[in-house]
């Protein structure tokens, strides 16, 4: 579970995200959309511990990520929008090194990755530096190695940029199955498609605030209209 709680983020005069509070229960697959700058990937920053919220709290299965960054961070499988690799390591070496820092039986570390492998078709790169791999593999390699742990929330920033039709569709499955189980899935992106086929419920956001959250039919119903694209101009749209 996700709580976040009166979340306010300051950079200097600027708020990038404003007093939001919000939770996302156990096995919900939920979807934040808006444009750049809406405060998307700020929030995301705060919940991985990255960043320290000016006020507000937010808590992972219970956990302030605050007050309790190693038990939060330790439920928690995180890919940022721009992933950061260990380029002179090979992928194999890779996962070992993220299954060590969770402290992963040699087993169960072994078991997780190959199957993981196996899915995004990563096979053929394991012994292959991550410096030489494209764009798109090292998108594979990141998804692998935050996913390998069993994490009880997944939060993921923009995962579909640069994975081809197949990847994207693999990594839908994936995130899908893993709500399904009871893991809580918190997915930014810009593809109002994803949140269309995958959110149970989906948050739109603007100026740091969230304009809406619902379910895609709540949103529509709400709003009077039949496109989410539509709700999502006329929330993010700023009137002269």
Known sequence: MIEIEQLTKQFGDLRAVDDISLTVPAGEFFVILGPNAAGKTTTIKVMAGLMKPTS?????????????????????AY?????????????????????????????????????????FNLGEFLAKPIEGLSHGTRQRVAIVSALMHSPEVVVFDEPMVGLDP???RVLKDILREQADAGVTV?????QLSVAEEMADRIGIMHQGRLAAVGSHGELLAANQDNRLESIFLTLTTDKA
């Open 166 to 168: 197949h990847h994207a």
């Open 79 to 119: 890919v940022p929008d721009f992933p950061f690799l260990y380029d002179k390591l090979t992928p194999a070496e890779f996962f070992r090194f993220t299954g060590k820092l969770f402290g992963m039986e040699e087993t169960t570390m072994e078991a997780e990755a190959e199957r993981l492998v196996r899915r």
């Open 186 to 190: 918190f997915v930014s992106t810009h």
């Open 56 to 76: 507000g709290s937010v808590r992972i299965c219970g956990f302030d990520i605050g007050a309790n960054p190693i038990e939060a961070r330790r439920r928690t």
